[in-house]
C-alpha cells in the first residue's frame, strides 16, 4: 500500500502564504491520482485541490485563485501553495489517493473518490 505524507503546515497570519506537500512513498510517474483536502474542526472534509493525469485544474470554489497545486514527479511530490490565506482556511490538511472500489470514509472530488488518507498538517491562520 501507498503511503502519503504531509508536511508543511504552520501557523500563519491572515494574508500569509504556506507551502504544503503530499509526498508518496512509492516512486510514480504521475501523482493525478492524488488530491488535497481539508477539515475544519466539527466540520467534514472538503476537497481542495487536484491536478489529473491531463494537467486539468480542480480548485474548491473557496480557495480559486489564491490556491495553486502543482505536482513534482521526480520528487513523488504534490504541492499546494496557499496565498492570501484567511482564518476561515484553518484545519487539517490531506492527502488522498483515488481508489478502483468506492468504501465507507471515501469522498467525492473533480469527479473520483479518494481515500487512503495521510496524516495531515496542521494550517492555522490567524
Known amino acids: 500500500h501507498v503511503q502519503l505524507v504531509e508536511s508543511g503546515g504552520d501557523s500563519a497570519r491572515a494574508g500569509g502564504t504556506l507551502t504544503l506537500s503530499c509526498a508518496a512513498s512509492?516512486?510514480?510517474?504521475?501523482?493525478?491520482?492524488v488530491a488535497w483536502f481539508r477539515q475544519a474542526p466539527g466540520k467534514e472534509r472538503e476537497g481542495v485541490a487536484h491536478?489529473?493525469?491531463?494537467?486539468?485544474?480542480t480548485y474548491t470554489d473557496s480557495v480559486k485563485g489564491r490556491f495553486t497545486i502543482w505536482q513534482d514527479n521526480t520528487k513523488n511530490t504534490l504541492t499546494l501553495q496557499t496565498n492570501g490565506l484567511k482564518p476561515e482556511d484553518s484545519g487539517m490538511y490531506y492527502c488522498?489517493?483515488?481508489?478502483?472500489?468506492?468504501?465507507?470514509?471515501?469522498?467525492?472530488?473533480?469527479?473520483?473518490?479518494?481515500?487512503?488518507w495521510g496524516q495531515g498538517t496542521q494550517v492555522t491562520v490567524s
Open positions: 488522498a489517493q483515488t481508489g478502483s472500489k468506492v468504501v465507507p470514509g471515501m469522498i467525492f472530488f473533480s469527479g473520483f473518490y479518494f481515500g487512503h
Open positions: 491536478i489529473d493525469s491531463y494537467g486539468r485544474l
Open positions: 512509492v516512486d510514480y510517474s504521475t501523482m493525478s491520482c
